[in-house]
């Protein structure tokens, strides 16, 4: 039987539960514009930064759940998001929370069956991952893909708009916008690979990487890597992009599984997946995806760094 939960005409209290790299920076956010926060994470550390700036800390998800109007999650993995939602100690457990933000990227069945839970308890759920990496979750600037019924994605765009900069109410149905956010993920890391192939062609002949980027960035070859995200990872050699490989396989999976699902051939994106599955197989699993241009580099012995003025080959 459903439980009756109270019905506020905003967002009320904010629950967080996820601190990692994208989590803490969006509290952070949260805080900053005055919500009232509870927070949970299985890390202390971050936890402990966000009660200094006034959030309230829970021993765990259902805590959460109990003691905020609003709750929202973002974790790395399908199956820590159906845990907290689903599992032992976690949200369902909780009597107090009408609503329920997913900004994971889980993929649309995991979403589809906590929305399901959660709607047997009275819980609203509104599907809505987020892209736009570390940056713009520090900066406000992410884009965020909205899946769920129209009032309450009225009600929580305030919360949304605290987040990022584009806002998008993709479908009515929790588990669309998890579909939008993986063919964005599939698109984005298609560009990272090419762009890793193409430099490394023009490298082996003689072509300086830097002035490779300024030219593909004028012409129709553009994309996220030859923007800046190639020179200010790749170029530099420190490869700290924020997101790992293993969560670009973990992305990739979950789209082609989905494509699968529904008959849709992705002859490209298997191709794709193999070179970060690759990847992952040299040791850079846990490492910042702009290390899928090392992969490029080893096969054609160079090395992607810009030239000074006048060393061109």
Known sequence: MAIARPRPDDAGILGMIGLGNMGEPMARRLAGAGHRLVVHDLDPAPVQRLVALGARAASSPA??????????????????????????????????????????????????RV?????????????????????????????????????????????LETLGRSIFHVGERPGQAQVMKLINNLLSVTA???????????????????????????????????????????????????FTVDGICKDIGLCLAEAQARGVPTPIGRAVEQLWLDASGRGWGGQGHARIACLYEQWAGVEFAARPAGEQG
């Not at 905020?68 to 399908?78: G, I, K, M, N, S």
């Not at 929305?115 to 940056?135: K, R, T, Y």
Request: proline letters at 6%.
């Open 115 to 159: 929305a399901h839970a959660l709607a047997q308890a009275g819980v609203s759920c509104l599907d809505s991952p987020i892209s736009g990496g570390v940056a713009g979750a520090r900066d406000g600037t992410l884009a965020i893909m909205a899946a769920g019924p129209p009032a309450l994605f009225a009600r929580l765009r305030p919360v």
């Open 63 to 112: 805590e959460v759940g109990r003691l905020a109007d609003t709750v929202a999650v973002c974790l790395p993995r399908p199956a820590a998001v159906e845990a907290v939602a689903l599992g032992p100690g976690g949200l369902a457990e909780a009597d107090r929370f009408s609503a329920y933000i997913d900004l994971s990227t889980t993929g649309p069945a995991v979403m589809g």
């Open 192 to 242: 990272w690979t090419v762009t890793a192939e193409g430099l490394a062609l023009g490298t082996r002949a003689g072509l300086d990487p830097g002035l490779m980027l300024d030219v593909l960035q004028a012409g129709s070859g553009r994309n996220i890597a030859t923007e800046d995200r190639f020179r200010r990872y790749v170029l530099t050699r420190g490869f700290d992009s924020g």
